[in-house]
Nanobody
Framework: QVQLVESGGGLVQDGDSLRLSCAAS????????IGWFRQAPGKEREFVAA??????SYADSVKFRFTISRDDMKNTVSLQMNSLMSEDTAVYYC???????????????WGQGTQVTVSS
């Protein structure tokens, strides 16, 4: 099992940057794919980015603005978000899966989420 805790959310303005962190506890963290998802009010939770080993994947809406990275020695995954826009406002969740996937239903473990609000 993996327990996940997100941090780093907050209120920023259009064009600002923010860095989210996901701290994990549990065994064999490095074997899990870690994904970031987000959910805006009234919308479904959507894929943002994922990483396993040195392989990454991004949603088109965040490609070239967001960067996902991980430190398996520290059991952490980060999401660097640059050039933020109001459309990025959402609760951001990190999640863990034993599969390499962008599919929300394949992620068995979830954090509690952290709010990101981008003011225009």
């Amino acid at each position: 099992q993996v327990q996940l805790v997100e941090s780093g959310g907050g209120l920023v303005q259009d064009g600002d940057s923010l860095r989210l962190s996901c701290a994990a506890s549990g065994q064999r963290f490095s074997s899990y794919s870690i994904g970031w998802f987000r959910q805006a009010p009234g919308k479904e939770r959507e894929f943002v980015a994922a990483i396993v080993g040195g392989v990454t994947s991004y949603a088109d809406s965040v490609k070239f603005r967001f960067t996902i990275s991980r430190d398996d020695m520290k059991n952490t995954v980060s999401l660097q978000m640059n050039s933020l826009m109001s459309e990025d406002t959402a609760v951001y969740y990190c999640a863990a899966s034993r599969r390499w996937t962008r599919n929300r239903s394949d992620y068995a473990y979830w954090g509690q989420g952290t709010q990101v609000t981008v003011s225009s």
